[in-house]
């Protein structure tokens, strides 16, 4: 029995999986924030391509991927498969554990899974450059390798706090060509004002999104890109699950839960989805999201319209959210600070359909060593939230004496988060819990949308 199940490239999914249409209920309109109505597809095209929109609210079950897609996807798809004996037999549980492991991507990710669709898209469409936020700098640096794959200008408001944390991750954006600012910045108007009341702000994916949208939107040749939430990026990342469904078909297995770490929810969709289209077909899969309990999106969120960025340009979603203008603390799993969540992500945990979950970062990287110490990957932070679930359901595996079979997806490597792991053995890492009156606090400012 193999370690690691691999397929062959001629097995990379012709398809994207598109759950639209197998939906629990209708999908709430998004809503333009200046009329508060719902948008229509001119609404967008100043800032997506229409193939992109499209996708965005298509009843279509299945959407063909591009030939020029494949033929990049196969510079590190299909993605390995593991079972991870060691760990098993670290936790002495008789579960069965398996990994989907999307850190082979060239920026580590799962992030290139749409950031190279996207660029193609936009390009197909005669764009000349992308502009986009970057929070932890996993994103940027996807979508920096999918310009520079596809001849566009690549422009990335990053998160301030981040610049100084991730360094390296702003050198990798550069090195593909991308152009990187720090965000809140004097180039825009969103950035000039939080600058003007706040010289010494931060900056927040919030605010970065801001810029980035502002700038697409101000400019003809530029469109705006965005690394989750949206529907079209949950599409593209079902390549991840359809993968993983072929690698445990040939070791015989189906999972009983369905594991994976959640901020803007695209890494949980791109690995649930396909999984969750077998429910149709009679099979019993549990799904879980796993969020940070400081940035507690699902778990403590309310599930209303709301902004998708500080300034209100973005549009309005239905979504489980924290408030557009949440302040998440400077916790080191950067890729789960989003104040919202997917709205299709959204919609499911709302119908009950899946279930969400949060934990501490302590816990997390407690789980990550263990992982490091006997499957030998170094997770991304992000991922040891999906990580810890999987350890935590193994061990309730073994206490009810159960078999079980467990799916999470470690959505990308940790080697350039060493300051984080720094902080954990040094024991400086704090635990914290986003306050519940600052909660409800924010959710006061919900934008008041009547259909
Ligand atoms: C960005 C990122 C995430 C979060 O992904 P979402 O799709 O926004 O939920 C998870 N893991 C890694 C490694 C990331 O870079």
Redesign the pocket.
């Known amino acids: 029995m193999n370690t690691k199940i691999v397929l062959d490239e001629a097995q990379i999914p012709k398809q994207w999986y598109n759950i639209i249409p197998d939906m629990p209920g209708p999908l709430a309109p998004v809503v333009n924030p200046q009329t508060l109505q719902p948008v229509t597809p001119d609404d967008m095209l100043p800032i997506f391509p229409m193939s992109l929109i499209e996708q965005e609210m298509s009843p279509q079950r299945w959407i063909d991927i591009p030939d020029e897609v494949r033929e990049i996807y196969r510079l590190w798809r299909p993605a390995p498969l593991y079972r991870a004996r060691r760990l098993e037999q670290a936790l002495g549980t008789p579960a069965k554990i398996y990994y989907k492991y999307?850190?082979v991507s060239p920026a580590?990710?799962?992030?290139p899974n749409t950031a190279i669709p996207q660029a193609y898209y936009n390009k197909q469409a005669g764009i000349r450059r992308l502009a986009t936020e970057t929070g932890?700098g996993?994103?940027g640096s996807s979508l920096a390798l999918a310009c520079s794959m596809f001849g566009l200008e690549c422009t990335i408001y990053m998160v301030k706090v981040s610049c100084t944390q991730k360094p390296y991750r702003k050198s990798m954006m550069q090195l593909w060509g991308g152009t990187v600012i720090p965000s809140p910045s004097e180039f825009t108007n969103a950035g000039r004002t939080i600058l003007a009341h706040d010289p010494d702000n931060l900056g927040s994916l919030g605010i970065a999104i801001s810029e980035a949208v502002e700038d697409a939107a101000t400019h003809d040749d530029t469109n705006y890109a965005l690394?989750?939430?949206l529907n079209h990026?949950c599409l593209h990342?079902t390549v991840i699950g359809l993968e993983a469904k072929e690698q445990l078909a040939i070791a015989g297995d189906y999972p009983d839960v369905v594991i994976a770490?959640?901020?803007?929810?695209?890494?949980?969709?791109?690995l649930s989805f396909p999984f969750i289209a077998d429910r149709a077909a009679g099979k019993q899969v549990r799904c879980i999201a796993v969020e940070p309990a400081s940035c507690p999106t699902l778990t403590k969120g309310v599930y209303a319209f709301d902004y998708g960025d500080t300034a209100k340009l973005a549009p309005i979603a239905m979504m489980y959210t924290l408030g557009h203008d949440f302040m998440p603390p400077g916790i080191h799993a950067g890729?789960?600070r989003?104040h919202g969540d997917s709205p299709l992500v959204s919609q499911l945990y709302n119908a009950g359909v899946i279930e969400a979950k949060a934990y501490k970062q302590n816990a997390c990287f407690e789980g990550a060593i263990l992982f490091a110490r006997s499957e030998g990957i170094v997770p991304?932070p992000?991922?040891s939230h999906a990580l810890r679930c999987a350890i935590d359901e193994a061990v309730l595996a073994k206490e009810e004496g159960k078999e079980k079979t467990i799916l999470f997806g470690l959505?990308?490597h940790g080697q350039l988060d060493m300051g984080a792991y720094d902080a954990y053995l040094s024991g400086s890492l704090e635990d914290y819990e986003y306050p519940e009156a600052k909660i409800k606090e924010a959710l006061e400012r919900l934008p008041k949308v009547q259909l």
Do not use: D
């Open positions: 999307e850190g580590g990710s799962h992030k932890a996993q994103w690394g989750s939430v990026v990342q770490c959640c901020g803007g929810g695209s890494n949980f969709a791109g890729g789960l989003y991304a992000e991922s959505s990308g």
